[in-house]
């Protein structure tokens, strides 16, 4: 997807691709960043740094009615009431926020 976004964009390389990784993604972070360089290997993206934003887990907590951070994913209670909590709002997130492009020629209209 990135590479199509800067070819898109008439890029010649991309420099940075800003990434969000919520723990309940299915991604581990480190295989991620390990297999990251194999990756972009003869792409526009290689040589490029990749910049993770790590996102909590929210959920949401029907009795409080309120949205909490958990600390673990081994227990999904809201830490106000102790009250187990089956609404996720966010940490699922494996989203690509922003690329750094390089080499983009600007037109004059």
């Known amino acids: 997807m990135a590479t199509e976004e800067a ?6 390389r991309v420099s940075a691709l800003h990434l969000k990784l919520g723990p ?14 194999v990756a972009c290997r003869d792409t526009l993206l ?3 740094q990749l910049i993770i ?11 409080c009615q309120t949205d ?7 227990s999904f209670r809201c830490p106000r009431c102790g009250e187990l909590s089956h609404e996720i709002k966010q940490g699922r997130d494996l989203q690509v ?13």
Do not use: N
């Open 24 to 37: 309940l993604s299915g991604v581990v972070k480190e295989a991620l960043q390990f297999s990251y360089d």
């Open 46 to 48: 290689e040589g490029s």
């Open 68 to 74: 909490a951070f958990i600390e673990s994913i081994q």
């Open 53 to 63: 934003e790590e996102v909590p887990i929210v959920i949401h907590c029907a009795t």
């Open 97 to 109: 926020v922003a690329l750094e492009l390089e080499g983009i020629e600007e037109f004059a209209t």
């Open 7 to 12: 070819e898109r964009q008439g890029a010649s």
